[in-house]
């Protein structure tokens, strides 16, 4: 039986593929601690041994379906058409999973849902996945990732039982998969003329507004305490209309696969909450196993969520 062996929420911006004397120059002094998260991240990735990456890519909007990436191996030059001055010419060659890919399609179908993979070898690349393949070191660690669209014409719900889906088809199959939620939380852009509040750049004084803040900063208190549950009861009134990146796409399709509302894994922060052109960015993890070993001994499924009061 197949395993989510973790799961996290990590931020990708592209100020953080920027060498480390411009970073610092940017922080006042002092790196992106997004910069000193990617290590403790890859720490865990080589703690859990996942087969396979996959990654909600948060840039990848697709209209119609919630598409899986099906190819066998990618390989070129990354630059970015969004600023095309600042990310460019990132060299990346790393393997695809199509079996799994393919398998979250099938599961779809009985459902009648959503989910296709695509197999298509001039299919675009997009900074939330190149950027993390990058930083985590990926193509070192030799792991196949499998990139999960952002449906742009589904409304927030949908996004659930997609993540259900890639769920039901990872426990189907014989593969310990890592999870990553590529995206920032709230992600309202400051102004092209807008000066900064604090002269670190990173600073979360610097997210667009405070209201944004606040919001950003409740959601990752729900999150360390496992209250899923609560993100989801609160996000028609706030974290909708923040917006969240991408909708939220990436965080609740991730949630989806790991219970949905049911959903108590407690979320660590691997770093510092911080600004990335007003949008607030963070690395949360999300231990899946130990709560997996809570359900063998009571000879529960390993996927059966643990519901609390
Ligand atoms: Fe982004």
């Not at 939620?181 to 852009?189: E, Q, R, T």
């Amino acid at each position: 039986m197949g395993k989510i062996v973790g799961a996290a929420i990590v931020s990708h911006h592209p100020g953080l593929m920027q060498c480390e004397e411009f970073r610092v120059y940017m922080g006042a002094g002092a790196d992106s601690d997004l910069i000193a998260g990617y290590g403790r991240l890859r720490k865990k990735i080589e703690a859990v041994k996942p087969d396979v990456v996959m990654i909600f890519d948060s840039h990848w909007f697709t209209t119609g379906y919630h598409l899986v990436d099906a190819g066998e191996r990618y390989s070129g030059t990354y630059i970015s058409d969004e600023m095309p001055w600042y990310l460019h010419g990132v060299p990346y060659d790393y393997r695809g999973h199509p079996e799994l890919a393919l398998a979250i399609e099938a599961v779809s179908r009985e459902r009648g849902g959503y989910n296709r993979a695509i197999r298509h070898p001039e299919l675009g690349r997009h900074y939330p996945t190149i950027n993390l393949v990058k930083q985590l070191r990926l193509e070192t660690m030799d792991l196949p990732v499998v990139a999960v669209s952002s449906c742009q014409n589904c409304d927030w719900e949908q996004f659930l039982p997609s993540g259900e889906a890639i769920g039901e088809a990872i426990r189907r199959s014989d593969l310990r998969v890592l999870l990553l939620a590529s995206g920032a939380l709230s992600h309202k852009f400051n102004g092209i003329d807008w000066k900064p509040r604090n002269p670190r750049i990173y600073h979360e004084s610097n997210v667009s507004r405070p209201e944004n803040i606040e919001s950003d900063k409740q959601a990752i208190a729900l999150m360390k305490e496992g209250r899923h549950d609560l993100i989801l009861e609160r996000w028609d009134e706030d974290y909708r209309r923040k917006p969240w990146e991408a909708f939220g796409a990436h965080y609740l399709q991730m949630l989806g696969a790991l219970g949905g509302t049911a959903c108590r894994f407690k979320g660590e922060t691997l770093s510092d909450y911080e600004n990335a052109r007003g949008t607030g960015n963070i690395h949360v993890w999300f231990e899946t196993q130990p709560h997996l070993d809570t359900q063998d001994a009571r000879g529960l499924s390993e996927y059966t969520p643990i519901v609390t009061a």
